[in-house]
């Protein structure tokens, strides 16, 4: 199960055709199932193999929701939530950290380094884009108060 979250109502397609999702995941099945999941929801999709790819790419793409699976090598999940929460510029860019381990410590520690949710693994097409959802209402609520 995932994490607390904001309860928002659920937004068509083509309000989540304005939607930049990164996944980052060392799994080529993972990004590949949740580029198809998020694409025929009307996401656009960039996909990162690892930390150091997906730091790269953020500055380039600027996501507006990042997906970072826990076990990488070279810069885990963990490692590159927390850098991306540390830079001011993407710190209230919502990272949703992908997990096959569904402990209540790996839980804590992905809220310590910022997480803004949690979803296990195997995830299905509706937990996918329902947490894009959930996001993308937010981010259309900030929008329109910054305006």
Known sequence: MSQEKPSQEKLTKDQLLSMKV???DD???IRRSAEIFLKASGCEVILA???FDALAKISNEHPDLIFV???MPRLDGYQTCSLIKRNARYK???VIMLS???GLFDRARGRMVGSDQYLT???TKETLIDAVQTY???SRINKQEEE
């Open 27 to 29: 799994s080529n099945t």
């Open 22 to 24: 990164m996944v980052i």
């Open 92 to 94: 209230s860019t919502p």
């Open 136 to 138: 993308a209402a937010i």
């Open 49 to 51: 193999e690892d930390g």
């Open 69 to 71: 699976d826990i076990m």
């Open 100 to 102: 096959s381990k569904d």
């Open 121 to 123: 693994k195997p995830f």
